[in-house]
């Protein structure tokens, strides 16, 4: 990094900074250098909108002005042609809209809050990204539970030159381990980055409504003793919940008016939620208690201008599926089946471990409520001997993390779960046998 800052992303620090706002202390240093090129190529292009003659912007159209795109480009994707146009570097407005809308409808308590809007991002993973590059600098350390999605080392740390500062997920009892992580929060130093994903990956643990309640209260205490918290918040899996008692909401709406000294990063996205992998659309919000309109849209350019930086823009073909997926009158109900099937392994594999207290020889069960993940814990045997083992002999492949093995029930059917676990306690009885 180097040069003088430039004059726009003075003018949006300048309103970050307005009224003695905390918001620019938030800031990485790649952060306060961020800024969207509105008066470039995309600032000019849009005052030419509507123009009799546009010679702006590097797409193509046809005579008659409508996008010129393949016809089979267009009869595979069944999506007008103009889906083939760039989308803007925020993302289709419509689709923000409806992601806004529907973070209201999915998080009851959000309403009467304030938020900014989603800005689009290439799915979570770039949404991190961008989180990333705004927050998280050299050096920065970023506090998150010990049990992660290991995805992150490559982001923040080789990425951005952060360090992961881990917690222990779970106290002795199986809750969320708040107090572990405000000691963290309470460490020297002003700028705090924390990063918390519920559903969690690996473990499939999501905040009860205790531990929301204890999370909650930790990070304001951080705030109150003047830390500036950066919460980041992934939500990759946001809505597989299995239990009561969990919450059904994102942390968001609590972090979103707590205090001036915390900003929440939601991160969000059709992935998981929507079963679409590959689609690769995604969002990025933010809230801060006593932020105004003008200071979220400072964060959404700041946003908007790292996306244009990185991927220009992200996949409108993406965007428009979604959009079209989310008028869908059967998107609701066929949402709710799917949940359902994932909701059926997940009580499919309460049973058959109450079934089997023998398998209590052979491995611990990790705490878990939500999501696409459990985690069991092998007893006398390390982790990665007994996926080995169940590669090998019994045709069984698993994830070993963090000394853990995860199962992501999400892809296994649902007749195949007993068998899943029987071999796991055959493959730890094997390797003890043997050692
Ligand atoms: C916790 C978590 N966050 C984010 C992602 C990335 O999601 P996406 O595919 O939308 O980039 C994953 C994917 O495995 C994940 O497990």
Not at 166 to 181: D, E, I, K, S, V
Not at 185 to 208: D, Q, V
Request: glycine residues 8%.
């Amino acid at each position: 990094m180097s040069g003088p800052v430039h004059e726009l992303a003075e003018k949006l620090n300048g309103v970050l900074q307005a009224d003695g706002s905390p918001l620019f202390r938030f800031l990485s240093a790649k952060g306060q250098r961020a800024f969207f090129p509105s008066t470039g190529i995309l600032g000019q292009g849009a005052q030419a909108k509507g123009a009799a003659i546009n010679a702006t912007i590097g797409t193509a159209f046809e005579e008659d002005g409508t996008p010129l795109s393949l016809e089979c480009a267009e009869r595979l994707t069944a999506l007008p042609s103009t889906a083939f146009l760039y989308s803007p570097s925020s993302g289709v407005a419509a689709l923000r809209d409806v992601w806004r809308e529907m973070l209201f409808e999915k998080n009851p308590s959000l309403k009467g809050k304030r938020f900014s809007h989603p800005v689009v991002t290439h799915a979570l993973t770039h949404g991190l990204f961008v989180a990333g590059h705004l927050f998280v600098g050299e050096d920065d350390a970023l506090i998150l539970p010990n049990l992660y999605w290991d995805n992150y080392e490559l982001l923040f740390c080789e990425g951005y030159g952060a360090r992961l500062d881990l917690f222990p997920m779970f106290t002795a009892a199986g809750a969320f381990n708040a107090a572990a992580m405000e000691a963290k929060l309470m460490e020297s130093g002003e700028r705090k980055i924390l990063l918390l994903n519920f559903p969690n990956n690996p473990t499939g643990y999501t905040a009860t409504e205790s531990d929301a309640v204890a999370i909650t209260a930790s990070i304001r205490r951080a705030a109150e003793a003047g830390k500036k918290v950066v919460v980041i918040l992934d939500d990759a899996y946001f809505g597989l919940v299995y239990e009561e008692g969990v919450c059904r909401e994102s942390l968001f709406v609590h972090l979103a008016d707590l205090h001036p000294n915390v900003l929440a990063v939601k991160l969000d996205g059709a992935t998981k939620e929507d079963y679409v992998w590959g689609v690769r659309v995604g969002f990025i919000t933010f809230a801060s208690q006593g932020a105004t309109d003008e200071q979220y849209r400072a964060l959404e350019a700041k946003a908007a201008g790292t996306v244009r930086g990185t991927v220009s823009n992200c996949s409108n073909i993406g965007q428009q599926m979604m959009l079209k997926i989310y008028r869908d009158p059967d998107y609701v109900t066929q949402k709710r089946e799917k949940y359902a099937i994932l909701n059926r392994r997940y009580q499919t594999i309460k049973r058959e471990l109450a079934a089997h207290p023998e398998y209590a020889e052979s491995f611990t069960r990790m705490p878990s409520n939500s999501g696409y993940f459990m985690c069991v814990k092998p007893i006398g045997v390390d982790a990665e001997s007994v996926r080995r083992c169940l590669i090998e002999r019994f045709s069984t492949g698993v994830i070993v993390l963090n000394g853990l093995i995860r199962l992501a029930f999400s892809s296994v059917p649902n007749a195949a779960l007993p068998t899943l676990f029987a071999n796991i306690d055959a493959a730890v009885r094997y390797l003890k046998e043997r050692a």
